[in-house]
């Protein structure tokens, strides 16, 4: 059986399902985790705090400079408040995906 991946590719680009922790030590890549209903997200942490967008904004600025994209290729599509978040990146769903991929190769999957 494959495993799910937290990525789903669209006409327009891909959609990438996040799990974003605030106020971290740390900005980066934490793994791969497995929400109760089972779907994969990426497991990412900003040291920006959860107040007036500045972890949004961290998180986008994040995806942009690991995936090599402009600020403006991304936008957040749901869970703006929440933890998670599901994140629309705009270009080639072939090319994205296989950025993406690269990037959680070597990620574990926490559960």
């Known amino acids: 059986m494959t495993?799910?991946?937290?990525?789903?590719?669209?006409?327009?680009?891909?959609?990438?399902a996040v799990r974003l922790?605030?106020?971290?030590?740390?900005?980066?890549?934490?793994?791969?985790?497995?929400?109760?209903?089972?779907?994969?997200?990426v497991q990412l942490r900003v040291a920006a705090?959860?107040?007036?967008?500045?972890?949004?904004?961290?998180l986008i600025g994040y995806l942009a400079e690991?995936?090599?994209?402009?600020r403006s290729e991304i936008r957040i599509v749901s869970g703006e408040t929440a933890r998670r978040k599901?994140?629309?990146?705009?270009g080639d769903p072939v090319v994205l995906s296989g950025r993406i991929g690269e990037w959680i190769a070597a990620a574990p999957l926490r559960r």
């Open 21 to 41: 922790t605030p106020r971290a030590a740390r900005s980066g890549l934490d793994g791969l985790v497995a929400g109760a209903d089972r779907r994969i997200a």
């Open 3 to 16: 495993p799910a991946l937290p990525y789903t590719a669209h006409a327009d680009g891909v959609r990438l």
């Open 86 to 90: 599901v994140v629309a990146l705009a």
């Open 49 to 58: 705090p959860p107040v007036e967008g500045a972890a949004n904004a961290a």
């Open 66 to 70: 690991v995936l090599e994209l402009r």
